[in-house]
């Protein structure tokens, strides 16, 4: 059996900064777990920060190569569809069917059907997350100049609203064919209640 100075000795002279980089690393968790429940404030920090790196471009002059836009429009694009595709279920259904069995779909498919909460593919939390650690890291890269590559930057801005338009109508045509909304709208209904017939 090893003993208490045996592990310390194993760790070498790195085992006090093993130890300082878990410590720092449980307290951003728990940071993170605190500030969970806070959704809006979340996000208005996030629109904070985004409107930082926004005027360090505009007051430099630089950095225009933002991959940081079109990795947000991605994270968006996750954040929009059901974790489960429909179409693809369409065929996993129709397969089952031919072979003799009953097909079960992940969204509801009319007023009858039990209900099934939509769940996404990036769910909010990690997209707050992913959202905020790309920004203060794109604001990080502002401030060094082997970053500021030069490019004709209207280029990009035209490329990143075709790229926005063409998704955004690729997936608001998956809502309409498979019958989903992404979002809570409306009043909240409770099942089982006193109001429930």
């Given at each position: 059996m090893m003993s208490a100075s045996d592990s310390e000795a194993s760790g070498g002279p790195l085992q006090p900064l093993m130890v300082q980089y878990a410590q720092a690393q449980r307290q951003y968790q728990q940071w993170l777990d605190k500030v969970t429940p806070f959704v809006l404030q979340r996000w208005l920090s996030t629109a904070g920060v985004l409107a930082l790196f926004m005027l360090r471009i505009v007051f430099a002059q630089g950095w225009y190569i933002d991959a940081h836009a079109i990795y947000l429009l991605n994270l968006f694009l996750a954040f929009l569809q059901p974790r489960f595709d429909p179409s693809l279920q369409d065929?996993?259904?129709?397969?089952?069917?031919?072979?003799?069995?009953?097909?079960?779909?992940?969204?509801?498919?009319?007023?009858?059907?039990?209900?099934?909460?939509?769940?996404?593919?990036?769910?909010?939390?990690?997209?707050?997350?992913?959202?905020?650690?790309?920004?203060?890291?794109?604001?990080?890269?502002?401030?060094?100049?082997?970053?500021?590559?030069?490019v004709y930057w209207p280029i990009l801005v035209v490329?990143?609203?075709?790229?926005?338009?063409?998704?955004?109508?690729?997936?608001?045509?998956?809502?309409?064919?498979?019958?989903?909304?992404?979002?809570?709208?409306?009043?909240?209904?409770?099942?089982?209640?006193?109001?429930?017939?």
């Open positions: 065929d996993l259904m129709a397969d089952e069917i031919e072979e003799g069995g009953e097909a079960t779909s992940p969204l509801p498919s009319n007023r009858d059907d039990e209900f099934r909460p939509f769940v996404r593919r990036l769910p909010e939390w990690q997209f707050w997350l992913s959202a905020t650690r790309a920004t203060v890291i794109a604001l990080f890269c502002t401030f060094f100049e082997a970053f500021d590559v030069p490329y990143f609203f075709v790229l926005f338009a063409l998704t955004m109508r690729r997936q608001i045509q998956h809502m309409i064919k498979y019958k989903y909304v992404p979002f809570d709208m409306g009043r909240k209904v409770r099942y089982g209640g006193a109001g429930h017939r």
